[in-house]
């Protein structure tokens, strides 16, 4: 049998991701299995292992689609960092982007929630700062770790109470003084010049084609 090409291989990816969402709307996390994820998706079970080593693998590759992929949340913050998004861009996202963190946090914990996105934000900031064999220093990742909770409690907030009870413009503009807290304070914390923060940032979304997405 032939193997799928890639755009065949791409679509089953989206088409299993997008029915782990839809299922999470109606179930725990814990209790969402790999026979109902292909089911719900209209694949089979191979198809499922052809992209995905477990459901793990699926909800960690799920949930860092929806904060550092293609019109991400996090993605618009870099860009902020970078100075190629703006706050209005950012404030139309939040409205279709919080709904899934949100379920993740209702249906999956926040402690699951929380641990999964500290661990994307440390991966990504030592991407951007650290040359091969560095690492994040200790004060680094306790300012990467105080900005990504205050970002989560927002999230969790209006999970909790639901959206509408934070204001639609409030995120964007704690993002923006969050980022901007953010690189000035990691840049003393690491020992690396502001603006040669901001530049590694920019780089790194060049890299990334996230400016062109």
């Not at 193997?3 to 989206?14: C, V």
């Not at 459901?55 to 913050?77: F, P, T, W």
Request: charged share 25%; with cysteine; hydrophobic share 40%.
């Amino acid at each position: 049998m032939a193997r799928p090409r890639k755009s065949e291989r791409d679509a089953a990816g989206i088409r299993l991701a997008n029915a782990f969402w839809t299922l999470l709307e109606h179930h725990r996390l814990a209790n969402i299995t790999v026979g109902m994820v292909a089911e719900q998706a209209e694949l089979n079970r191979g198809t499922f292992y052809y992209h995905f080593k477990s459901m793990d693998d699926l909800i960690d590759r799920a949930i860092e689609d929806e904060v550092l992929g293609n019109e991400s949340v996090m993605q618009n913050v870099f860009g902020l960092i970078a100075g190629s998004s703006t706050v209005d861009s950012l404030e139309t996202l939040i409205n279709r982007k919080t709904d899934r963190f949100a379920l993740l946090i209702n249906q999956g914990g926040m402690d699951s929630f929380s641990i999964k996105i500290k661990c994307l934000m440390f991966g990504t900031w030592k991407t951007i700062l650290c040359d091969e064999g560095e690492e994040l220093s200790p004060s680094t990742r306790m300012i990467i770790e105080y900005s990504t909770s205050g970002v989560i409690g927002i999230i969790a907030y209006g999970a909790l109470h639901g959206s509408g009870e934070v204001p639609p413009e409030f995120f964007p503009s704690f993002a923006k003084s969050n980022s901007d807290f953010l690189v000035r304070q990691i840049g003393i914390a690491q020992g690396i010049p502001h603006e040669a923060v901001l530049e590694r940032v920019r780089t790194t979304l060049r890299i990334a084609g996230m400016n062109d997405r």
